[in-house]
């Protein structure tokens, strides 16, 4: 059984920056792909981005590409969101997950989220 447990997220202006890690305990890194995923006020949650066992495959949704990069060391056993030029849009709880990465579907259980605020 894999857990997770999410940090990183606070409050930040439009156009800022902010580095959301997730710590994953149970089972070899290596082995799954993982993702993030948010949900915003009064919004269902929705998918961010995955990224593949060894790394070299990632995924983003439209709205995220080119602002946000997902990154993963698996002898840390951590999977990392780094998200720029963010926008008040993006404020939302954060989440990471095991992925069933060719179809974006989380799988698992969830952590307790990060919360990331954009102030416009």
């Known amino acids: 059984q894999v857990q997770v447990a999410e940090s990183g997220g606070g409050l930040v202006q439009a156009g800022g920056s902010l580095r959301l890690s997730c710590a994953v305990s149970?089972?070899?890194?290596?082995?799954?792909?993982m993702g993030w995923f948010r949900q915003g006020p009064g919004k269902e949650r929705e998918f961010v981005a995955a990224?593949?066992?060894?790394?070299?495959?990632?995924d983003y949704r439209d709205s995220v590409k080119g602002r946000f990069t997902i990154s993963r060391d698996n002898a840390k056993n951590t999977v990392s969101l780094q998200m720029n030029s963010l926008k008040p849009e993006d404020t939302a709880v954060y989440y990471c997950?095991?992925?069933?990465?060719?179809?974006?579907?989380?799988?698992?259980?969830w952590g307790q989220g990060t919360q990331v605020t954009v102030s416009s």
């Open positions: 997950a095991r992925i069933i990465y060719n179809i974006r579907a989380p799988t698992g259980s």
């Open positions: 149970g089972r070899p890194g290596s082995t799954y792909s």
């Open positions: 990224i593949s066992p060894s790394g070299g495959s990632t």
